[in-house]
């Protein structure tokens, strides 16, 4: 993992990706942007009430962080569900999923997270690349799954995928009511195995919940960003914090990848 700081921007660079100079990533907090108030600074959340002009700016200042050539990040109509799209060339139109994938140069792609997981896939022999936005409904619906699945189906090996799990809510911040645990448990008894029990308040682990799918669909490399977005106020957005602020509304954080 990997740290930039200029001018109060924050880029989180993966281990694993970084070692491929055909690709280009990054995960971004909230700070180093032009947004005002609660949006405050780099909202990248195009379906937000903040400013549309400034959000066009944050997002320019993303593309041009991580060096890319293109002039616009494919951003997905995201509704918590298990759609993911496929992009084969350029297109302007909106796209309603959780998750892309290509193969294609110079079409950044990426997700928005205010407490969900964001995960960047890149398959090293087959060169395509994928990002997925991974929160609790998308995560049980079997999101990752599909990709995945999806990315074998193109004829990518196990062992050529690898797999970020971005910044998000950690398990200490995401208490949970028993209906959602009831919700887990009835699925599958054995996924009492991601929840913790203390004080008489049940807490969800989001992250481990995700690598066990991983795990399960026979990926081997897992990187794993610990960086708490709820608990981490002033590095990045958090719709519980805001929640809990009686906020009407949230920046969001955005991270992306880009074959060049």
Not at 220 to 240: G, H, M, P, Q, V
Request: with cysteine.
């Amino acid at each position: 993992m990997k740290f930039t700081l200029t001018w109060g921007l924050k880029l989180i660079k993966s281990k694993e990706l970084s070692k491929f100079k055909n690709i280009s990533h990054g995960f971004f907090g909230s700070k180093g942007g032009c947004s005002k108030g609660i949006y405050n600074s780099l909202n990248c959340g195009i379906g937000s009430n903040d400013k549309n002009l400034n959000v066009k700016k944050n997002l320019n200042i993303v593309l041009k962080k991580i060096k890319s050539k293109s002039e616009k990040v494919i951003l997905p109509k995201q509704v918590h569900s298990n759609k993911f799209h496929y992009i084969s060339k350029k297109n302007n139109k909106t796209i309603v999923c959780d998750a892309l994938i290509t193969n294609q140069k110079n079409i950044p792609i990426g997700v928005l997270t205010a407490d969900c997981a964001p995960l960047l896939i890149y398959d090293k022999k087959k060169k395509i690349i994928a990002v997925i936005h991974a929160g609790w409904r998308g995560a049980y619906k079997g999101i990752i799954k599909k990709v995945i699945h999806f990315l074998y189906n193109k004829g990518c090996k196990k062992k050529d995928i690898i797999t970020v799990i971005g910044p998000c809510i950690s398990v200490s911040s995401y208490e949970i009511k028993m209906d959602f645990l009831k919700r887990f448990l009835s699925k599958n008894k054995k996924n009492k195995v991601f929840f913790k029990f203390s004080n008489n308040k049940i807490f969800f682990n989001l992250k481990r919940y995700i690598k066990y799918q991983l795990i399960k669909l026979g990926i081997k490399k897992i990187e794993i960003i610990n960086k708490d977005t709820y608990k981490l106020k002033n590095t990045y957005f958090s719709a519980r914090r805001s929640l809990k602020k009686k906020n009407n509304d949230y920046g969001r954080n955005i991270s992306l990848i880009v074959i060049n």
